[in-house]
């Protein structure tokens, strides 16, 4: 059982000891396209063929919630496009409240495998119904019986409530098309800026940041490690 080791009662434990030295790759600034989500789509492909265990299209999405503090949760990213990132969601969940009030939004991604991580800041907005109407469609009835069941972020007395609401909704939609909720659907991120990091040895890391210029064009730069 996992949970085994939660009967030691020392909740202490130093890390200091714990090191790695990154090794894998470089990113050099001439190496870089103009436009960072040609580097995003390269990076994305070569995690996805060589580190798949990373689960490379999970990403972290903070968002500044209503009362003022950052929170992150992983989400999933399901399309990029040139004009940014698309994940799906409860519209009503803690998340959908706080783009609501904020849209300034900051994705990362870290991929252990190939000792690199990705920050994206940019703006979240609703996409059109019609295409978080075809990501849904696209499900399967279990995930969209779920988005349905699930009052995402709300407290609930017990899991019993939600599983005897998904058998009682098996039953009523038994045979007929599932239509998606209007609380559920998607947000794409445009991104204002893009950071790269590429874990290298001796902590000299290479960071190559790109920023959205009010002339629109993207600018870039080393950062230091
Ligand atoms: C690997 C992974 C993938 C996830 N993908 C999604 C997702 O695509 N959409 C989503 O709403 N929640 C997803 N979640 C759950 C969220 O992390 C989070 O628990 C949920 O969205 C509620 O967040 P909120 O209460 O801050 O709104 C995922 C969690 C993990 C660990």
Not at 33 to 39: C, G, K, R, S, V
Not at 78 to 90: D, L, Q, R, V
Not at 174 to 183: A, C, H, L, V
């Amino acid at each position: 059982m996992i949970f085994n080791s939660c009967k030691f009662v020392t909740m202490e434990k130093d890390l200091g000891s714990y090191r790695k030295s990154y090794e894998k790759s470089e990113l050099l600034l001439n190496d870089t396209p103009e436009n960072p989500l040609a580097l995003f789509r390269a990076w994305f492909d070569e995690v996805d063929e060589h580190f798949p265990e990373d689960e490379t299209n999970a990403m972290t999405l903070s968002t500044i919630g209503l009362n003022g503090f950052p929170k992150n949760r992983v989400v999933l990213l399901k399309k990029f496009t040139s004009e940014g990132f698309i994940f799906y969601t409860n519209y009503e969940s803690e998340k959908g409240k706080a783009i609501a009030k904020n849209p300034k939004v900051c994705l990362s991604f870290f991929w252990a495998g190939a000792e690199r991580q990705i920050i994206i800041k940019g703006k979240a907005e609703k996409i059109a119904k019609k295409l978080s109407d075809g990501y849904f469609k696209s499900r399967p009835r279990g995930s969209q019986l779920g988005a349905i069941v699930s009052q995402q972020s709300h407290i609930i007395e017990n899991r019993d409530l939600i599983e005897s609401k998904l058998i009682a909704l098996e039953k009523e939609f038994e045979g007929k098309e599932i239509t998606r909720p209007d609380y559920w659907g998607g947000f794409i991120v445009k991104p204002v800026s893009i950071e790269f990091w590429q874990g290298r040895p001796n902590r000299l890391h290479d960071r190559i940041y790109y920023i959205f210029n009010e002339k629109d064009f993207w600018v870039k730069n080393r950062l230091a490690p």
